[in-house]
């Protein structure tokens, strides 16, 4: 019975590298389109302990989700898309992701790289969401077509 099975699965194996059919109409592609996650699929619990929601005078936002150790500090901003008048705008981050980014295993190091004090304004070092995931190796998310990116550059 197992051999039948083996064979069964043999055959279907060359059938499916010999056929005809596009490669876009395959099983495994179908399995690879809908099953995996390549991006961040934000869990369905939980809790924001780790950040605090930071207003402040800056020029490109207002808020934003504040790490803060002792006196040091790291603003990380995520950017947002208004509909009704098709603009964009940078806020705090999603709350499913404030945990999640601070238990991650190379935050403190990436913490104590990039985080400062306040300066004279009340403005600590800022950071997208997208360069944070990007040095810990985060899934990232689904870049939208409105998008602005400030990957590369420093924020402030």
């Known amino acids: 019975m197992a051999e039948q099975g083996a064979k069964s699965s043999?055959?279907?194996l060359e059938t499916l590298v010999t056929s005809e059919e596009p490669i876009e109409n395959?099983?495994?592609l179908h399995f690879i389109k809908y099953v995996?996650?390549?991006y961040y699929k934000p869990p369905k619990l939980y809790f924001s302990q780790y950040g605090e929601t930071?207003?402040?005078n800056h020029p490109i936002y207002t808020t934003c989700t504040l790490y803060k150790i002792s006196s040091s500090g790291l603003a990380v901003i995520q950017q947002r898309f208004n509909?009704?008048?098709?603009?964009?705008?940078?806020t705090e981050i999603d709350a499913c992701l404030v945990d999640?980014?601070?238990?991650?295993?190379g935050f403190l190091d990436f913490f104590k790289k990039h985080a400062k004090g306040p300066d004279d304004n009340?403005?600590?070092p800022t950071v997208t969401v997208r360069q944070i995931m990007w040095k810990l190796r985060f899934k990232p998310l689904k870049r939208e077509v409105w998008e602005t990116v400030f990957d590369k550059i420093p924020i402030m």
């Not at 509909?83 to 940078?90: D, L, S």
């Open 100 to 105: 999640d980014l601070y238990l991650a295993s």
């Open 54 to 56: 930071y207003a402040c």
């Open 10 to 12: 043999e055959s279907d």
């Open 83 to 90: 509909p009704k008048n098709k603009t964009t705008y940078w």
């Open 122 to 124: 009340g403005l600590y």
């Open 26 to 28: 395959t099983l495994a």
């Open 36 to 38: 995996m996650r390549y």
